[in-house]
């Protein structure tokens, strides 16, 4: 029989039932392992429990209670994945399997805990995972044995850490329940950093694969693999971009695309890739030129290919929170457990865009680098050189800038594949934009058919326009087609007269106008350039007469010094 788990592509739902699956048998087994009297003997409140104590004890009721019911749900599709052989004779789970199950319900209630216990208190920070010695024994048992071992083990490290900790005896109680809360959620992730290991480094490793290429979903929980997020957050970052929405910068789309594709051949069986690449691609452009809505689309293309071949994929976009902390070492800290765990820890492949990557670095030549923007670089070269994560073909990175404002060192590390984004650049590509992107909702309104719309697209030529220039001018052009007030016909009209009203109402915009609005634009643009530029000449020069009077100063300072010591030489000499 073959160990491979969950061939189904079947969506698996596990849904909280009213009033619990059984959550007399979770209160059951947690007053078996004493973890119960283990809370109440470090709060020791007056009246037994107290309202935060109780409120944690209902979050491991919960927790135990989904986990029991999550247990027996992923065991029978296994079950059933196992029967699909065509054998009447159903062989019982292997080792392998066993030890999935009891994994993957022991993810659930550890995932579930620290959900549950995050707004019951602060989120403790987990510095180490609890030892693996002994733990593949622990998960491989029957769930109906594995959940109570679990809650053992959790009244045996409550009970330790109480005799190590002086909060667990402090005399005020709100901090001694806090600590209950805090050390119970350290458990949990102490715990699941061990599990962890074990799946996504270890022998279950194929099985998360096989996870991953199903829907999972346990109550609030949405698991990709054995990794979980919130059932409600959305699946990716990315804007709703299309690559037949990209004007322009052909060569860069088509770098990425292929880039693209090639990881999505990466053998996550093997764990090897069929090709050697090179998984950076860089572009270098002015702002509004379409770099990040070209990342967008390369990866909505990269998540629309996997999804048609059965891929297991997910596409990160990092962002400034992501890396800039006030925190000594945070940042570095961030970006690293990003890369390995939401990246490279992923069951599937997986694509990341940075933007503006060249505002995380400051040069290592400025005097003024902070140990934080240190930090950032060296996480940032272990990234690209593939000591932090393995350049395997797993993973690929789309990375832009505006500047090169980098050192040569950080420069030769991101842009080893660098291109040019440009945008458009002929009349052609602006039409395109203008006429059949960004206004084809109402196309209707701007009369499309008018052969002079090609001295739109070389108004936007002349004047040097970005895409995020050309783009302000469609949203008021849009603004202006839809500048009306509804009669009240149109509240109580059907689909279609609702549709006759609009398009009544609607204002028409001529090319002639159209060409107005840009070369209006472009005389604001230039205006307010010129006033950027004065406002920079100033600030340069107010800075050089600070210089000079500085270096003036120092002059001064160093022959006032320079005189005393002389005469301090002349008087000692006299002596």
Same mark, same amino acid.
């Given at each position: 029989m073959s160990d491979a788990p969950l061939q189904s592509p079947t969506p698996i739902t596990i849904e909280p039932l009213p009033g619990g699956y059984d959550r007399p048998g979770a209160r059951r087994l947690l007053s078996e392992s004493k973890l119960p009297a283990e $809370? +109440?003997?470090? !709060?020791?409140?007056?009246?037994? +429990?107290? !309202? &935060?104590?109780?409120?944690?004890?209902?979050?491991?009721? #919960?927790?135990?209670?989904?986990?029991?019911?999550?247990?027996?749900? $992923?065991?029978? @599709? &296994?079950? #059933?994945? $196992?029967?699909?052989t065509g054998s009447l004779a159903i062989p019982e789970p292997t080792r392998d399997q066993r030890l999935f199950i009891g994994a993957f319900t022991t993810t659930v209630l550890l995932d579930q805990l620290r959900v549950d216990l995050a707004t019951l208190g602060p989120v403790p920070k987990i510095e180490s995972d609890l030892e693996a010695d002994g733990l593949e024994d622990l998960l491989e048992v029957p769930v109906p044995e594995l959940l109570p071992r679990v809650a053992k083990m959790a009244a045996s490290y409550l009970q330790v850490q109480a005799k190590q900790k002086p909060e667990a005896a402090d005399p005020k109680l709100e901090v001694r329940e806090q600590w209950v809360v805090s050390t119970i959620h350290a458990f949990a992730g102490?715990?699941?950093? @061990? !599990?962890?290991? &074990?799946? +996504?480094?270890?022998?279950?490793r194929p099985f998360g694969v096989a996870l991953a290429k199903r829907k999972v979903t346990v109550g609030e929980l949405r698991f990709e693999g054995f990794r979980s997020r919130a059932a409600g957050d959305p699946v990716t970052d990315l804007k709703p971009i299309r690559v037949e929405d990209i004007v322009g910068n052909s060569d860069y789309v088509e770098a990425g695309l292929k880039l693209a594709r090639d990881v999505a051949a990466f053998d996550l069986e093997a764990g090897s890739s069929p090709k050697r690449i090179n998984p950076v691609l860089f572009g270098l452009g002015r702002p509004g030129c379409g770099k990040t809505i070209t990342a967008h689309a390369i990866g909505n293309y990269f998540l629309d290919y996997c999804r048609a071949r059965d891929i297991p994929a997910r596409f990160k976009v990092i962002r400034r929170t992501d890396w800039a902390s006030a925190y000594q070492n945070a940042s570095a800290n961030q970006l690293v457990k990003i890369f390995k765990e939401e990246i490279y820890g992923f069951e599937g492949v997986c694509?990341?865009?940075?933007?503006? $990557?060249d505002t995380a670095f400051a040069s290592r030549s400025s005097g003024d680098l902070r140990m934080e923007e240190k930090n950032n670089l060296g996480a940032v070269f272990g990234i690209f050189d593939g000591t932090l994560i393995p350049k395997d073909g797993k993973w690929f990175m789309i990375c832009d800038a505006n500047y090169m404002q980098m050192d040569e060192a950080t420069r030769s590390r991101i842009a080893q594949n660098p291109f040019t984004v440009t945008g458009p650049t002929t009349p052609e590509d602006y039409v395109t934009m203008v006429r059949d992107i960004m206004l084809r909702e109402v196309r209707r309104f701007i009369h499309p058919e008018d052969p002079r719309w090609l001295g739109v697209g070389e108004a936007c030529v002349k004047f040097d326009l970005s895409g995020r220039n050309v783009e302000s001018i469609a949203n008021n052009i849009l603004s202006h087609i839809q500048d009306f007030e509804y009669p009240d016909e149109y509240f109580q009209a059907d689909l279609d007269r609702r549709r006759e009203i609009i398009d009544a109402c609607s204002r028409r915009v001529g090319v002639d106008e159209i060409v107005a609005r840009i070369e209006k634009f472009a005389e604001f643009q230039v205006e307010a350039e010129d006033k950027a530029a004065r406002d920079r000449f100033e600030r340069e020069v107010e800075e050089m007469v600070r210089q000079l009077n500085a270096g003036r100063a120092a002059t001064e300072r160093a022959a006032a010094a320079a005189k005393a010591h002389i005469e301090g030489q002349g008087l000692g000499g006299e002596g």
């Open positions: $809370i +109440h003997r470090v !709060v020791r409140a007056p009246f037994g +429990h107290t !309202v &935060l104590s109780l409120r944690t004890l209902d979050a491991l009721v #919960e927790g135990f209670d989904l986990a029991q019911q999550a247990g027996q749900a $992923i065991q029978a @599709a &296994l079950m #059933e994945d $196992i029967a699909r102490q715990l699941a950093g @061990a !599990v962890d290991r &074990l799946t +996504h480094l270890g022998r279950l694509g990341v865009y940075w933007p503006d $990557i």
